[in-house]
């Protein structure tokens, strides 16, 4: 009987020699439970307050005067004497302005696409909205520092680094809004 439970025991202890553990354990997607929701990790999505204004004004006066006199006297012996003279004014009087202002408030989520060296997020995402078949599309990149990202998981726009937050509309609307053919070729031009 005792050589029946040493046989026994020593199978075991072979049988477990070749059986293997894993961990539960993964430090690249672990999360403690009591941590907060902040993106860390590539996968990770983030949402963007977008709340940018923009603001331009330009202004130009010109004003130039030019005046060139220009007179000649020919003699001829024993004939009167002719004098003829030249004279070149011109005035030019110009001026410009131009003002452009722009506003944009969105709110959309994106994926954190890199964890860089120094821990900044690269972060990427775009978002699409058909609107009475009007495509109106998002885009926004960059990067955010993780000390920017709220305890809601939220960044506001003014907080990206090398930010490009894009918002173009395609359809019918957005087409009437450009010039036709022929204005763009006039300004061509120059008419």
Known sequence: MKLQQLLCCTLLVIAAGTASAQSLYDEKTYRPAAADNRAFRVGDVLT????????ATANADTGTRRN????AELARPHLPAINAGLGVRGDFDGGGRTTRSGKLVA?????????MPNGDLRITGQQLLLINDEKQRINVEGRVRPQDISDANVVISSRLADAKITYVGEGELAARQKPAWWRQFMDWVGL
Do not use: G
Not at 48 to 55: D, G, P, R, T
Not at 68 to 71: A, K, V, W
């Open 48 to 55: 963007i307050q977008i709340v940018e204004n923009a603001s």
């Open 68 to 71: 060139n006199d220009m007179s």
């Open 107 to 115: 709110q959309l989520t994106v994926s954190v696409a890199e964890v």
